[in-house]
Nanobody, 126 residues
Framework: QVQLVESGGGLVQAGGSLRLSCAAS????????AGWFRQGPGNEREFVAA????????DYADSVKGRFTISRDNAKSTVYLQMNSLKPEDTAVYYC???????????????????WGQGTQVTVSS
């Protein structure tokens, strides 16, 4: 089992920045791929970004590419999402997720992720 706890959400003006953190506990987190998803009001949960077990490869949704950066520190069992140039449409609950995977393929599909955090609210005002 892996437990995930997100932090760092909040209220920010458009154009501002936030950094989300996802602290993992339980099994060896370095054996897990990790991702960030978000769910805005009235929307389905959508993929934001993902990173391989060792941080060697990342993937981003087109809507955040060039503005968001996913990274990880396996020594701290933590995954980060640096969000810059935030827009009102980025407003959502952001979820951290993970699944056991030590190859170069990383998934964008919700159903592939076995472990989820409780979510953290990000609100971007215009």
């Amino acid at each position: 089992q892996v437990q995930l706890v997100e932090s760092g959400g909040g209220l920010v003006q458009a154009g501002g920045s936030l950094r989300l953190s996802c602290a993992a506990s339980g099994r060896t987190f370095s054996r897990y791929a990790a991702g960030w998803f978000r769910q805005g009001p009235g929307n389905e949960r959508e993929f934001v970004a993902a990173i391989t077990w060792n941080g060697g490869r990342t993937d981003y949704a087109d809507s955040v590419k060039g503005r968001f950066t996913i990274s990880r520190d396996n020594a701290k069992s933590t995954v980060y999402l640096q969000m810059n140039s935030l827009k009102p449409e980025d407003t959502a609950v952001y979820y951290c997720a993970a699944y056991a995977n030590m190859n170069w393929l990383i998934s964008r599909r919700n159903q592939d992720y076995a472990y989820w955090g409780q979510g953290t609210q990000v609100t971007v005002s215009s």
